[in-house]
């Protein structure tokens, strides 16, 4: 029987629920909590953002005053530094369309023509779009989309008869094959985000024109009745362009998109990844369209890899359906490990849309590229220590053992899965009673930027505890091991007055980058104490080992 969670109790349970340790009823107890509380739901998809061993995650009305938010804060924000790291969310409809039009009307500097783009999305109740995605082996395929504000949709994936249907709706997505056969697929509590928290990571990224919408470079062409806007991103770490352009044409009469396209840079050409065109804004859907009748299998481990597209069909393709896929499903793009833009000594990003994940290490330990990789630890020893730079693009799907698998082949290295048993520390936090100044901004917004001399940390609108958790993530990792240790935070007052849900705004430079001088920074500039208890926990870990 599921057992009813208090918050302290979900809270001491949070960290091995990201990382997906409870045995299955725990895991139960928790998602039946998230189900249940909307902040909950909130603070595990910001720490999915925000930390980097925790699973990635998706988000019901807008604020009616976003508007006039919106356009104040992008005048109050003009200045600004530039940010190289930006959390990833899933889209419901609204902000879906917002990020497609605003990601690339911004740059115009116009904060009007972007309020009044803002003004009339929020009004929009359902869209559709029909276009194309190339899909592997380079092959164009039909891909239509409807969408309804709650963030309810069905997709077609493919030609007539021959389509493949996605619907999603509520907690649940269904798919159907060629063959008429349907599956299901659960949408797990802390992977639903809701539409305000959307909204704040959308507006985060227009809080700094010139860096923060992360365009690298930027065009617009008036075309008559269209306004056609071309823009590529920056890449992951903030030097250089990426391999992505976009372009998206909107209509300069209604302020809506009619055409978005993806072009990705292959092999040292562009290559059109999609091309979608919004067929119609507001008008009549058929409520029988989502819905797929007939019993429904289980999706097997095989299923998943036939589906390995239409399982990540999602509100934000309704601009960004697909990526480029690499042949076999999996790349690897390797660099000398020293290879480094100036004033970078280390750092690493991950990327996913259409069903492929994009994984970047720069100068990283491989320790580091196993656990995110895997998800598991890797055991400490001299092969661990390597710093390699490379890029893997693959299937989000692949089996971890396989992507593992290819990136330790090109070492001339091998692996095994060990358990043992291992000493697992729980951090007890508590707070000295400071007072925690309130946060100014209106969104959410973290970045985390390591040089030579240190880590340079920006915080807005971010809770204490996800503070600390980021803090101690990004660290030597000799004191605190985020893949296995515990951290839990004593509170024993009101929750309105807890400490460590107070959001605040925080700016500051560590130097060294070490566990002891981020505990240090805690205590002596935010009065948090610290202290340690251990346990003994079984582990599954990964030890490096010579290849044949």
Known sequence: ?????????????????????????????????????????????????????????????????????????????????????????????????????GLTLWPSGSSLMFADVIARLQTVQSVAVNGWVRGEGGHVVPFRQWLLADGTLRAEVGEGGQARIVVVKGHERLIQDRGGRLYAAGIPAGQRLDLDLVLRGLQAAYQRPDAADNSYEFSKQDL????????????????????????????????????????????????????????????????????????????????????????????????????????????????????????????GSTFAAGGISTLEFRNLPLTQVVRDVTGLPAAAGELGKRRVSLVMSAKTVLPWRYKLGAVLDHLGLAYEVVRRDTTRRRYVFSHDGWPIAPSAHRFTSARVVADSAGYHYVFERVELQAVIRSLLGNCDRQGHLGSRDTLDFAWEGSPAENPFRQRLDLVCDIPGATFATNIRYLREDLGVKVRVEEEVHRVREIRLLPGD
């Not at 895991?27 to 953002?49: F, G, K, M, N, S």
């Not at 938010?69 to 917002?98: E, H, Q, T």
């Not at 069909?313 to 020293?338: E, N, T």
């Open 224 to 347: 008559g009745e269209v306004m056609r806007f071309t823009r590529r991103d920056r890449a992951s770490l903030g030097y250089g362009p990426s391999n992505r352009k976009w372009v998206i044409e909107v209509d300069k009469r209604t302020a809506l998109p009619v055409l978005a396209q993806l072009h990705q840079l292959v092999d040292g050409h562009w290559v059109q990844i999609s091309e979608l065109h919004y067929a119609g804004f507001d008008r009549p859907v058929a409520a029988e369209i989502f819905e797929l009748t007939g019993p429904a299998l289980p999706l097997t481990a095989a299923d998943r890899q036939r589906f390995w597209f239409e399982l990540f069909i999602s509100p934000d393709s309704i601009r960004r359906p697909a990526v480029y896929v690499p042949a076999g499903g999996l790349q690897l793009y390797w660099s000398a490990a020293d290879e480094m833009p100036a004033g970078v000594s280390s750092g």
């Open 1 to 101: 029987m599921s057992e009813k969670l208090s918050r302290t109790e979900f809270e001491n349970r949070l960290d091995e629920y990201l990382r997906g340790d409870l045995p299955a009823s725990a895991r139960l107890d928790c998602e039946a909590y998230l189900a249940e509380h909307p902040a909950a739901r909130q603070e595990v998809a910001e720490l999915r953002r925000i930390l980097p061993w925790a699973a990635p995650a998706a988000l019901p009305t807008p604020p009616a005053d976003l508007t006039a938010a919106a356009a104040r804060d992008i005048r109050r924000s003009l200045a600004g530094r530039r940010r190289f790291w930006r959390p990833a969310v899933a889209w419901s409809l609204a902000a879906s369309l917002l990020l497609a039009v």
